[in-house]
């Protein structure tokens, strides 16, 4: 059974799965799907082509799968997905995707985005993400699992946050953070390795060692950069996570990579 407040807006063709609850002045389109457990708490918007997945929950004044603020969009049938357990909260706005992109915009399980947060036509979000309050990001945003956004931080659009990363708040992105990169200022600037995310995620101890010698490598010393990612490759590319770094590195890209800024140092506490 489903709980479904008398003051709700649900369409015909919604599809509502066991327990869910739509709370008073929530409006659920038609093309919407929500699945088992999720809720609505109240004055939530859910539009267009949507998944809402199992036990995520939605609080007042958000709104999904709206159409995207793009001039180029002509009213498609494009899609949005948000994963279960995912916590969406007050006046987040997560619009749906475009022809002229992935035709999706997909938020991953187990995300926590918290208030007044946006999520823009297309981006890609993964698994475990923290999104803090009064993060915009642009179009096409991909951002890997278990990564933490900064509040107020602004993503440009195409930007890839990579696995694990960390961006401060208020930081502006205008290019690639590499997997567990950390990045901050005005204009971001790569600080260092998020070290507590790999503690945090069980790394050992010689492998974050053998991740910051490759990171220096790659970011501290001179050199050509091509030069300085072909000696990691051959001296730490068995490692699994120097190898992700190098291969999201490899990886096409729109913006290019964020670089450390000038005399910044990482964390020596490993």
């Known amino acids: 059974m489903s709980g479904i407040h008398p003051r709700a807006l649900v369409a015909a063709g919604a ?22 457990g999720a809720r609505l708490i109240s004055h939530v918007v859910v539009e267009g082509r949507t998944r809402i997945g199992a036990g995520a929950i939605l609080y007042p004044f958000a709104t999904v799968g709206l159409a995207p603020q793009d001039l180029k969009y002509r009213g498609e049938a494009t899609e949005t997905v948000i994963g279960a357990r995912t916590q969406i909260r007050e006046h987040c706005t997560i619009h749906r995707g475009t022809v002229t992109g992935t035709g999706i915009t997909r938020v991953g399980a187990d995300c926590l985005l918290m ?42 659009q195409f930007v890839r946050i990579g696995r694990g990363a960390m961006v401060g708040g208020v930081s502006g ?4 953070v590499i997997p567990f990169g950390s990045v901050i200022g005005n204009r971001a600037r790569l600080a260092g390795l998020n070290l507590i995310k790999l503690k945090r995620a069980g790394v050992a101890r010689a492998e974050i060692h053998r991740l910051r010698r490759a990171f220096r490598t790659l970011f501290r010393a001179g050199g050509v950069f091509a030069e300085r990612v072909a000696e990691v490759r051959a001296a730490y590319g068995d490692d699994k996570l120097v190898a992700e770094i190098l291969a999201f590195i490899a990886a096409p890209s729109h913006r290019g990579l964020i670089r450390a800024a000038t005399g910044a140092e990482e964390d020596e506490d490993a």
């Open 15 to 36: 599809e509502i799965g066991e327990g869910v609850e739509i709370g008073p002045w929530c409006s659920v389109g038609p093309g919407v799907v929500i699945e088992d």
């Open 115 to 156: 208030a007044v947060a946006h999520v823009a036509h297309d981006c890609a979000i993964g698994d475990g993400v923290i999104i803090a309050n009064n993060v915009v990001m642009g179009g096409h945003v991909e951002i890997g699992d278990g990564a933490v956004i900064g509040g107020a931080a602004a993503l440009h």
């Open 173 to 176: 992105v205008e290019a690639d």
